[in-house]
């Protein structure tokens, strides 16, 4: 039986840590991304209280300086929203490629179970048939010997039946004889010791 090709597992290992290691840097990169919204946001805070604060302090006295950092704040606030709309977008990107990539390594992950519980399976089976194969020449050695011991027994017993059977007839055929000649001798009424006197 041809055995399947299994996947090697140091292949395995190696792509699992690469996919590991691609969901590590995806995570990093959204922190950073994080980080990097939250300090703009801070930034365009603290912006707006100085100019906040500065305004209070000019006083009414310089309506065109205030104009002019009205100006200056809305450009800010406005380059601000662009930065935190740029910033947002980033992580949202990058919240998405890490969740892709998380997929890619569960499912990675998950045929490389489903490959190795493949071949553990093709493995198993045929073990087992390896074992029933070892099983069944076992069972047939013993039938052999079990045929040949009753063979032999039965060669045996034949021997003996028929060696039996021979001594039984010649026994017989031996009594028959002597029954007739002792009959001969009562007819003729001879006897056996006659020469000797």
Not at 24 to 51: D, G, I, S
Not at 52 to 72: D, I, K, P
Not at 85 to 94: D, G, H, M, N, P
Request: no cysteine; charged share 10%.
């Amino acid at each position: 039986m041809a055995r399947a090709a299994s996947p090697s597992t140091p292949s395995l290992l190696a792509a699992t840590a690469a996919l590991l290691a691609t969901a590590a840097l995806l995570a990093t990169t959204a922190l950073f991304a994080t980080a990097a919204l939250l300090a703009a946001v801070v930034a365009a805070a603290a912006a707006m209280a100085m100019e906040h604060a500065a305004q209070s302090a000019a006083g009414a006295a310089r309506m065109a300086a205030q104009a002019a950092e009205h100006a200056a704040q809305a450009a800010a606030a406005m380059a601000a929203a662009v930065a935190a709309r740029i910033l947002a977008a980033t992580a949202l990107f990058a919240t998405t490629a890490l969740l892709a990539a998380a997929a890619l390594l569960a499912t990675t992950a998950l045929l490389a179970a489903a490959a190795l519980f493949a071949a553990a399976t093709a493995m198993v089976t045929e073990h087992a048939a390896q074992a029933i194969a070892e099983t069944g020449q076992a069972a047939t050695m013993i039938a052999a010997r079990i045929l040949a011991t009753t063979a032999l027994f039965a060669t045996t017993a034949l021997f003996t039946t028929t060696t039996l059977l021979a001594a039984t007839a010649s026994i017989g055929n031996s009594g028959r004889a002597e029954h007739q000649r002792d009959g001969k001798r009562r007819k003729g009424k001879t006897s056996v010791h006659r020469g000797d006197s």
